[in-house]
């Protein structure tokens, strides 16, 4: 056993685990306020995460490991962009995460520091917990060796993968939708229901979409505190991220043409009943005219006086209305 390990488990407010490693195994749990120290010895690395901690630990943090103070700053407000921010010697991230709850889309933001022998996660509202990412790395010592640059990896390719069961469930939501599209017109729950579900995906599509960019810097451009070796690992993410955003939009198009399905089958279906009333209303002139006609009470009138007369009107009167319900009704507007 390394004798510079020791077994002091974190039970700070704000501190989920704070780790030494050295090539890629599990050699202490440590305090924060002697974290830097930590960073100084050759092969290791320390991994800290974070739940909402205060502005007074994150300054702690700060302080161990050089960071820039608008970094910390951002890091406790959260409600940050997705982004990839330089500082002369450490990289600053910020990611969205998202979870279903209560069949909404929650979201959550995850701010990352990495240095040289360093990695601070800070989590931010709704997010799974990170245990299982330091759990798989920490079951994987040899990549765990690779370093800092590997733990950002995993802990971006949780982030992306999370977002797969998110739209899972959003995808039966939208199914559902074009099912009833189809049966029926979509009446006022439903469309508050699609109008929901395509700002959702809207908002996810915000945290996807840079999120994409900052993979594709940390894969392409000279980023400090990234090792050339490891670059290549965030196409992978980067690839998933299409696909969300491949999947995001699919969706979004759906609930689009579902609702420009509901108005048209309300249109026609208000065509139809104005058709029919349209057509009764034909029929019902008949009767209705010659009932003004022969109520005008003129005295000298053709036919008052005729002993068949009302049964002639009544009969003519019946076939015409008849005539007119037959064509109507093949017409297709009864």
Not at 122 to 127: D, E, I, Y
Not at 276 to 290: D, G, Y
């Amino acid at each position: 056993m390394d004798e510079r390990a020791t077994a002091t488990k974190p039970t700070e407010a704000g501190v989920v685990a704070a780790a030494v490693y050295h090539e890629g195994r599990k050699i202490a749990d440590i305090e924060i306020d002697e974290a830097g120290e930590w960073t100084k010895r050759e092969g290791d690395v320390v991994w800290i995460g974070l739940h909402e901690p205060s502005q007074e630990l994150l300054e702690r943090v700060g302080e161990q490991f050089a960071l820039h103070h608008l970094a910390i700053e951002d890091a406790f407000k959260a409600h940050q962009f997705p982004k990839l921010e330089e500082y002369e010697d450490s990289v600053f991230i910020v990611a969205r995460t998202a979870q279903m709850v209560e069949g909404r889309i929650a979201f959550g933001e995850t701010h990352i520091f990495i240095g040289a022998g360093y990695v601070v996660s800070v989590r931010h509202g709704a997010s799974s917990s990170y245990a299982h990412v330091r759990e798989r790395c920490e079951a994987r010592a040899e990549r765990l060796t690779e370093g800092e640059d590997f733990i950002v990896y995993a802990i971006l390719d949780f982030i992306v993968d999370n977002y797969f069961p998110v739209l899972d469930a959003i995808n039966g939501q939208v199914e559902d939708i074009e099912d009833h599209v189809l049966a029926t017109t979509m009446g006022k729950p439903e469309i508050e229901q699609l109008y929901s579900l395509r700002r959702d995906l809207l908002h996810l599509r915000n945290a996807v979409t840079p999120l994409a960019d900052v993979c594709r810097r940390l894969e392409r451009s000279d980023v400090v505190a990234i090792d050339r070796e490891m670059r290549p690992h965030f196409r992978d993410v980067r690839d998933h991220l299409r696909r969300v955003q491949e999947r995001i939009d699919t969706m979004r198009e759906t609930l689009a043409f579902a609702f420009e399905s509901s108005l048209m089958n309300a249109q026609i279906q208000q065509t139809d009943i104005s058709r029919r009333l349209a057509a009764w209303a034909a029929i019902l002139a008949v009767p209705t005219a010659i009932a003004g006609i022969y109520g005008m009470n003129f005295q000298h009138m053709p036919e008052l006086q005729w002993e068949y007369g009302y049964y002639v009107v009544l009969g003519v009167t019946a076939s015409v209305c008849g005539y007119l319900y037959y064509r109507l009704r093949r017409a297709g507007w009864l």
